[in-house]
Antibody, heavy 121, light 109 residues
Framework: EVQLVQSGPEVKKPGESLNISCKGS????????IAWVRQMPGQGLEWMGI????????TYSPSFQGLVTISADKSISTAYLQWSSLKASDTAVYYC??????????????WGQGTMVTVSS | EIVLTQSPGTLSLSPGERATLSCRAS???????LAWYQQKPGQAPRLLIY???SRATGIPDRFSGSGSGTDFTLTISRLEPEDFAVYYC??????????FGGGTKVEIK
């Protein structure tokens, strides 16, 4: 079964760093682009950026460039989303999602279960 | 950046009725790289339609997509109880960023 399993919920204080993960299984992890998508409370979906685990080629949305870092460790089939200094406005559910077939211009067919990140003093 | 505008914001219908959801793009979506997703409360989105009109694996044929250029439609021919949810369109032909519409909530009347 193809699946993406994300790390558990996080509660952090403003200014703290955070690293959440997304582990792929059931498919060749290095061949499919993986994106991160934010959903703020009660809001819609926002595309943050995308990575090709095979060579770590990464593209960010202008809205998130410089605010987060996307990376991947292909040896353990895991993608990461990192913050160096969280803000309260980073409170959201974060999803990872895999492209449906090989290639960048594809829809997302498999989604992680989401990681709830709460940032509060 | 391509902006996707979904309408209506909320659609109130009864089971068995037909639902028509609209997604309009601020510029042409290349090669009909337009997808539709369904999201239920507390769940991740689920892919319904890709390439504007192709159903994803396991999606019932009451769901259909159409359109090209800047105007796209998701139709649910006869609403089942499990279809009441929020629906998002997404363009993935022009990046960065790929963009999502604001969503349409289909609620029980």
């Amino acid at each position: 079964e193809v699946q993406l399993v994300q790390s558990g919920p996080e509660v952090k204080k403003p200014g703290e760093s955070l690293n959440i993960s997304c582990k792929g299984s059931g498919y060749r992890f290095t061949d499919y682009w993986i994106a991160w998508v934010r959903q703020m409370p009660g809001q819609g979906l926002e595309w943050m950026g995308i990575i090709f685990p095979g060579d770590s080629d990464t593209t960010y949305s202008p809205s998130f460039q410089g605010l987060v870092t996307i990376s991947a460790d292909k040896s353990i089939s895991t993608a990461y989303l990192q913050w160096s200094s969280l803000k309260a406005s980073d409170t959201a559910v974060y999803y990872c999602a895999k492209k449906r077939t090989i290639g960048a211009t594809r829809a997302f067919d498999i989604w992680g279960q989401g990681t709830m990140v709460t940032v509060s003093s | 950046e391509i902006v996707l505008t979904q309408s209506p914001g909320t659609l109130s219908l009864s089971p068995g009725e037909r639902a028509t959801l609209s997604c309009r793009a601020s510029q042409s979506v290349s090669s009909s790289y337009l997808a539709w997703y369904q999201q239920k409360p507390g769940q991740a989105p689920r892919l319904l339609i890709y390439g504007a009109s192709s159903r994803a694996t396991g999606i019932p044929d009451r769901f259909s997509g159409s359109g090209s250029g800047t105007d796209f439609t998701l139709t649910i021919s006869r609403l089942e109880p499990e279809d009441f949810a929020v629906y998002y369109c997404q363009q993935y032909g022009t990046s960065p960023p790929e963009t999502f519409g604001g969503g349409t909530k289909v609620e029980i009347k």
